[in-house]
């Protein structure tokens, strides 16, 4: 079993930044897969962002390309997102996923996940 659990969440206005936190615990995250989705009200969860297990991969949604950038620290058993340029629709809970498939899109694809945690950006 994995727990995750994200932190960094929060208010920002249009044109900010943000850096949310995933940490693990349970198993050593390095054996796993791991991205971001994030879920607007009223909409379907959404792929954000993925990472390989040596962080040397990485995929992004059109949406957050150029403005997020996820990472992870293996030895700190965390994966981070860098959120920059936020715009208004960028709001929504924002989930971090572990699963045994690299760069995977779509959510039966992680078998773990966070409570996820809320960001709101103000126009």
């Known amino acids: 079993q994995v727990q995750l659990v994200e932190s960094g969440g929060g208010l920002v206005q249009a044109g900010g930044s943000l850096r949310l936190s995933c940490a693990a615990s349970?198993?050593?995250?390095?054996?796993?897969?791991m991205a971001w989705f994030r879920q607007a009200p009223g909409k379907e969860r959404e792929f954000a962002a993925a990472i390989g297990r040596s962080a040397l991969n990485r995929r992004y949604a059109d949406s957050v390309k150029g403005r997020f950038t996820i990472s992870r620290d293996n030895a700190k058993n965390t994966v981070y997102l860098q959120m920059n340029s936020l715009k208004p629709e960028d709001t929504a809970v924002y989930y971090c996923?572990?699963?045994?498939?690299?760069?995977?899109?779509?959510?039966?694809?992680?078998?773990?996940w966070g409570q996820g945690t809320q960001v709101t950006v103000s126009s």
């Open positions: 996923a572990a699963g045994m498939k690299p760069l995977g899109i779509g959510v039966r694809e992680y078998e773990y």
């Open positions: 349970g198993r050593t995250l390095s054996n796993y897969a």
